[in-house]
């Protein structure tokens, strides 16, 4: 019980910041027939990623169980009544996927002010790393901001020098990570690239170098006070490379994790363009909120015993068990809230 008490205290650290940012989110819904407000659909998207749900179906299934929907409205109050998950992707459409975006840094931000990140910086800087990843491809054309290439299939197994080439459709972000010395690596922002901001003078595709700009003018803006140290590709012998520049590593591991470890970055969670940004700019705050409660001091006994795929398991599996008294959950709910990273 005391690691699930301790997860959802991390979760609920970074609550208010949360619920302050999304509240500005402007609703477009007409007012008499809103059944599910606004935060409440968008918090509820952030802790599906947060339980690495693995699509909008088992969201669906799990979350909306009777038991684990009572205890869940029990740990998270501000959860009036859970939605089914279409609706979630409905009200996507509607809002500027953006705001998303800018919620998870005023929540990065919020924890630099508290000054939680000051013993994992390098050289006195924020270490920010930048990479790219494919989502995910298709054979067919889906939006017309989809990147396109093309790909070579064996035509004829026999003759394996005879191929033809076949378009393929795909889409790619380039991620911007924190990545501290410690290892703790926390997701920050997205680019997704599109095939609208290519060059079509020079029939030249978006690609990660026209695309860097973008978010190099975001991080300048959002955090114009701090001392940035930007981690790319290559890596060099003088001191601060090595306290910096190797750590990048760590934003590949970090992908890596959202591709195999339960955050289903590669699954397709609409074919709605601005829907897919939202549903990955939510599971990129699902994860952030599950590296900080991997690095909180509280925590790391559990993460040690059970790893941090156990552990999410755990609370999750804890959370739709019937023996659970319902005082306790309360209890954990109303209890104040610090987080300590290790």
């Not at 919020?110 to 994992?120: D, V």
């Not at 459709?169 to 920050?188: C, D, K, R, S, T």
């Not at 601060?240 to 959202?258: F, T, Y």
């Not at 397709?268 to 599971?283: A, K």
Request: aromatic share 10%; glycine share 4%; charged share 30%.
């Amino acid at each position: 019980m005391d690691a699930v008490s301790q997860q959802v205290k991390v979760y609920r650290t970074m609550l208010p910041v949360l619920l302050k940012r999304l509240n500005k989110i402007e609703d477009t819904r007409n007012p008499r027939k809103i059944r599910h407000k606004m935060t409440v659909l968008l918090i509820y998207g952030i802790l599906c990623f947060a339980f690495q749900m693995a699509s909008r179906r088992e969201a669906t299934r799990e979350m909306t169980r009777p038991v684990f929907m009572a205890n869940l409205r029990r740990l998270f109050p501000e959860l009036e009544n859970l939605p089914h998950h279409d609706t979630l992707a409905r009200i996507l459409e509607k809002i500027d996927v953006n705001d998303l975006e800018q919620a998870h840094l005023d929540m990065i931000r919020h924890l630099i002010r508290g000054k939680k990140f000051l013993r994992y910086l390098i050289a006195g800087c924020y270490p920010i790393a930048i990479d790219g990843a494919q989502k995910f491809r298709r054979s067919y054309l889906w939006d017309e901001e989809c990147l396109e290439r093309k790909v070579r299939s064996k035509k004829d197994e026999e003759n394996a020098e005879e191929q033809e080439e076949k378009k393929q459709y795909y889409v790619y972000v380039l991620e911007a990570n924190l990545a501290f010395q410690n290892g703790m690596v926390i997701p920050l922002l997205s680019e997704v690239l599109s095939d609208t901001q290519g060059d079509t003078n020079k029939n030249k595709q978006d690609c990660e170098q026209r695309a860097f700009k973008r978010p190099a003018e975001r991080l300048k803006t959002c955090f114009s006070h701090l001392r940035i140290m930007v981690l790319l590709d290559g890596l060099y012998p003088h001191e601060r490379c090595n306290l910096g520049a190797r750590r990048r590593w760590g934003i590949e591991s970090g992908i890596l994790v959202e591709k195999h470890q339960g955050y289903h970055y590669e699954h397709c969670f609409s074919y709605e363009w601005d829907v897919m940004r939202g549903y990955h700019y939510l599971m990129r705050l699902g994860h952030a909120l599950n590296v900080l409660a991997r690095h909180s001091y509280a925590l790391a006994k559990y993460v040690r015993d059970l790893g941090v795929r156990g552990l999410i398991a755990f609370v999750r599996n804890t959370i739709a068990s019937p023996w659970i008294e319902a005082e306790d959950l309360r209890q954990i709910a109303a209890a104040p809230c610090q987080l300590r990273l290790e």
